[in-house]
């Protein structure tokens, strides 16, 4: 069984910054990618940023690049995402989003976090 976590959400003002985390955890045998995305009320799920295993480089949604940048910490299955000068328009659900192979599973698959809110606001 794996399972995905969020933690770290949370009200910040306008200009502030936010720490996310993801933790992984269960019978993990391999990452292929972790990643997030948001909901924003009355809107669909839309996809932030993704940080793959055994790349150099993370990719980011538009709307973030700049502003956010995630991480990851392999040793612990957990990747991080750094939100600074946060923005209204960032006020959002906030859901990990991790592709793994399971222990004995013969290929990767999606798993999901219950997400954690972050409202940007004055």
């Known amino acids: 069984q794996v399972q995905v976590v969020e933690s770290g959400g949370g009200l910040v003002q306008p200009g502030g910054s936010l720490r996310l985390s993801c933790a992984a955890s269960?019978?993990?045998?391999?990452?292929?990618?972790m990643g997030w995305y948001r909901q924003a009320p009355g809107k669909q799920r839309e996809w932030v940023a993704t940080?793959?295993?055994?790349?150099?480089?993370?990719n980011y949604a538009d709307s973030v690049k700049g502003r956010f940048t995630v991480s990851r910490d392999s040793a612990r299955n957990t990747i991080y995402l750094q939100m600074n000068t946060l923005k209204p328009e960032d006020t959002a659900v906030y859901y990990c989003?991790?592709?793994?192979?399971?222990?004995?599973?013969?290929?990767?698959?999606?798993?999901w976090g219950q997400g954690t809110q972050v409202t940007v606001s004055s």
């Open positions: 989003n991790a592709n793994i192979q399971a222990s004995g599973a013969p290929y990767a698959k999606e798993y």
């Open positions: 269960g019978s993990i045998f391999s990452i292929v990618a």
């Open positions: 940080i793959i295993t055994g790349a150099t480089e993370s």
